[in-house]
């Protein structure tokens, strides 16, 4: 029997986010990824991850962010050093996680995608979307720049509905 208690969001980067699901969805708490600059910070992680509860009782979603063509190398060596400290993070405490696709995630929640959209566009959405499913934690992302809330808390769903076998769900 499982005692899984909580599902967790993470959405990497800079202004990135931990979100935490009860196995009914109910968003118990939403925090900014602890970093400093670009980069998490390895043992703050540690312990915000060891304080939502035991191994057993976690399932994580991590978003696997993706460098494009247009994207300066610097940028995307970034973000794969601080996916890494994430994944360093998540091995060392032993947690039960998987890796998320941003098109897979969107795509599973009914989020608009497309070449079209512009970056504003695309976070905006994500906190409109976020907003239905959770009004009352709404305020958290209000803030273009608090976006990344809004995906941990989208992550942190899909990951809850592909967990529970619920992926056709919609809002």
Do not use: C
């Amino acid at each position: 029997m499982s005692t899984l208690k909580y599902f967790v969001g993470i959405d990497p980067g800079t202004t990135g986010a931990v979100a935490i699901l009860d196995p009914n969805g109910r968003l118990t708490e939403v925090v900014d990824l602890p970093n400093s600059g670009p980069e998490p910070i390895a043992m703050d992680l540690a312990a915000l991850l060891e304080a939502i509860g035991r191994p057993d009782e976690l399932f994580l979603g991590i978003e696997m962010p993706f460098a494009v063509s247009a994207q300066a190398s610097a940028s995307a060596l970034t973000q794969g050093i601080g996916v890494g400290v994430i994944l360093g993070v998540v091995g060392t405490l032993g947690l039960r996680h998987e890796r998320i696709k941003p098109a897979d995630w969107k795509r599973g929640l009914g989020l608009p995608m497309g070449k079209g959209l512009t970056s504003t566009v695309k976070k905006r959405n994500s906190r409109e979307h976020a907003a239905r499913y959770w009004p009352d934690m709404a305020h958290r992302w209000e803030k273009a720049s608090q976006d990344g809330r809004a995906e941990a808390a989208l992550i942190g769903e899909h990951t809850r509905r592909r967990y529970l076998g619920q992926e056709s769900m919609t809002l």
